[in-house]
């Protein structure tokens, strides 16, 4: 299993960013994928993630992140994206994704228990 996150840079209050998460070795059809950060010195977070399924699949969000964040998936190119809107300072941070297995994540905690995880794209929210 390898899971690719991208997308990642620098932009301001306010502005937005879209993460990109490419699987491979495993499928969409039967693996959840979720995202976490990890901001300078505080625990990783789990803030979202997408079922698995051959539909749209049932979506999770953080509190922190509700109504900004939007996940959503591309089971032809087995990519999960996060678009990130109306960017905040305190969204600066490392971000992950992972996967597991089954058919969701729906907690932060969950997020966090994921078998497999990737290398992390940073994101910093700064003016």
């Known amino acids: 299993v390898q899971l690719q996150a991208s997308g990642g840079g620098l932009v301001q209050p306010g502005g937005s960013l879209t993460l990109s998460c490419a699987a491979s070795g495993i499928s969409l059809d039967s693996y959840a994928i979720g995202w976490a950060r990890q901001a300078p010195g505080k625990l990783r977070e789990g803030v979202s993630s997408?079922?698995?399924?051959?539909?749209?699949?049932?979506?999770y969000y953080a509190d922190s992140v509700k109504g900004r964040f939007t996940i959503s998936k591309d089971r032809a190119k087995n990519t999960v994206y996060l678009q990130m809107d109306n960017l905040k300072v305190e969204d600066t941070g490392v971000y992950y994704c992972?996967?597991?297995?089954?058919?969701?994540?729906?907690?932060?905690?969950?997020?966090?228990?994921?078998?497999?995880w990737g290398k992390g794209t940073l994101v910093t929210v700064s003016s």
């Open positions: 997408i079922s698995s399924g051959s539909g749209k699949g049932s979506t």
């Open positions: 992972a996967s597991d297995i089954g058919m969701g994540a729906p907690s932060s905690a969950a997020i966090l228990g994921m078998d497999y």
